[in-house]
């Protein structure tokens, strides 16, 4: 693990890099030091540069403008697209708890999470039973977990944080992602790409952040597909949704 301050608890959909730098600058020096003491335990802290920036009065301020660089350097130009995939997670999972409930919610996050006896079982984590008493609990989709993770302790609240649909084909990886080489070659790429990505409802604008696509160039593919019949589109609060029709799901089930 590692010190509390430099990972704010999430607060909801609207929280920036911003508000998380804002949050670990604001940290006072003393629980930052008793934070990096009960934390910062492993070899690389032990290394004297790094024990140089761990102990110096400065250290969050240094350890704030090191995060922001990483942040710009090795995240933002993808964050857009990453954070369509997430909202595009969630509003699928909305209409999974409106048409399952939330056991079959639940469950759908991965295969070794179970809903049992009015608890969640996650079998391959270990740390015993932990009670929520009301606290609620935070879902979390991610682009960068494998799997399912856990967080349990203060400051953050009950979360667990899952592998997004949609990430899959984020990174290649065709090995879970149907090849699209028949659809390709009937409907050309652009639209096969949409096609594939709408195994769950979704808005123009979601699709076009999360495949990187020019907004004009997703609409007027949308709009030729939606005429041969391979999507239809429908209005949910101030989106506008486009799904597969039967015919559309044909042609992506073929093309696996």
Same mark, same amino acid.
């Given at each position: 693990?590692?010190?509390?301050? *430099? ?23 003393? *629980? ?11 070899? %690389?802290?032990?290394?004297?540069? *790094?024990?140089?920036?761990?102990? %110096?009065?400065?250290a969050v301020p240094r350890i704030a403008e090191a995060m922001d660089r990483a942040w710009h350097e090795l995240v933002a130009a993808d964050w857009p ?12 999972? *909305? ?14 996050? $991965? ?39 856990? $967080? ?37 790429r652009a639209r096969a790409r949409l096609l594939l990505a709408l195994d769950a409802p979704a808005s123009t604008s979601h699709l076009a952040r999360s ?17 041969a019949g391979l999507l239809v589109r429908a209005r949910s609060g101030r989106s506008v949704l486009y799904r597969r029709t039967p015919l559309g799901e ?7």
């Amino acid at each position: 693990g590692g010190p509390n301050f *430099v990972a704010p608890p999430p607060r909801g959909l609207n929280q920036t890099w911003a508000d998380d730098l804002a949050a670990i600058r604001d940290t006072s020096l003393e *629980v930052a030091r008793h934070e990096i003491a009960a934390n910062a335990t492993g070899p %690389s802290a032990r290394d004297p540069r *790094v024990r140089a920036v761990l102990d %110096s009065p400065d250290a969050v301020p240094r350890i704030a403008e090191a995060m922001d660089r990483a942040w710009h350097e090795l995240v933002a130009a993808d964050w857009p697209q990453l954070r369509a995939i997430c909202e595009r997670d969630v509003v699928h999972r *909305v209409g999974v708890i409106g048409e399952h409930g939330w056991a079959a919610t639940i469950e759908s996050l $991965h295969p070794g999470v179970t809903w049992r006896a009015g608890g969640i079982e996650i079998g391959f984590l270990r740390g015993g039973t932990v009670h929520l008493t009301g606290d609620g609990l935070l879902l979390i989709p991610s682009t960068i977990v494998g799997h399912i993770a856990a $967080h349990m302790d203060d400051p953050w609240p009950r979360t667990l944080v899952y592998r997004a649909r949609g990430t899959a084909a984020l990174w290649g990886e065709q090995e879970t992602a149907p090849r699209p080489d028949a659809l390709t070659a009937l409907v050309g790429r652009a639209r096969a790409r949409l096609l594939l990505a709408l195994d769950a409802p979704a808005s123009t604008s979601h699709l076009a952040r999360s495949l990187a696509m020019a907004p004009g160039a997703v609409g007027d593919h949308l709009a030729i597909l939606r005429g041969a019949g391979l999507l239809v589109r429908a209005r949910s609060g101030r989106s506008v949704l486009y799904r597969r029709t039967p015919l559309g799901e044909a042609l992506v089930g073929g093309s696996g």
